[in-house]
């Protein structure tokens, strides 16, 4: 599995952007996905995440209300909607493939395959 996250940028506080992350290889419809970033000095955290069918979602205490994750299986495509960016979301963002497990898992150790990620940076 390849993954290619796309989307990030330059924003303003209160803005908005959407990444996506193209799979490549074998078909992610029936895996786990989420996101991950890390911010400068800091180690990677979760951020969202989604069971393999999109019935299960969960999401980092920071950015519940703002972000919304999606994904698209028959495009084999994960989505991150971030709605009203602050400063503190400027980190790279990486999208990541894991196992089928009926929940989202915050651990990093439970997906297998990750993107090379994207930049994102929120200015004030």
């Known amino acids: 599995v390849q993954l290619q996250a796309s989307g990030g940028g330059l924003v303003q506080a209160g803005g908005s952007l959407r990444l996506s992350c193209a799979s490549s290889g074998r078909p992610i419809s029936h895996k786990n996905m989420g996101w991950f970033r890390r911010a400068p000095g800091k180690e990677r955290e979760f951020v969202s995440g989604t069971t393999w069918g999109g019935g299960v979602t969960s999401y980092t205490d920071s950015v519940k209300g703002r972000f919304i994750i999606s994904r698209d299986n028959a495009k084999n495509t994960l989505f991150l909607q971030m709605n009203s960016l602050k400063p503190e979301d400027t980190a790279v963002y990486y999208c990541?493939?894991?196992?089928?497990?009926?929940?989202?898992?915050?651990?990093?150790?439970?997906?297998?395959?990750w993107g090379q990620g994207t930049l994102v940076t929120v200015s004030s």
């Open positions: 990541a493939v894991g196992s089928p497990f009926p929940v989202v898992y915050h651990d990093r150790t439970r997906y297998n395959y």
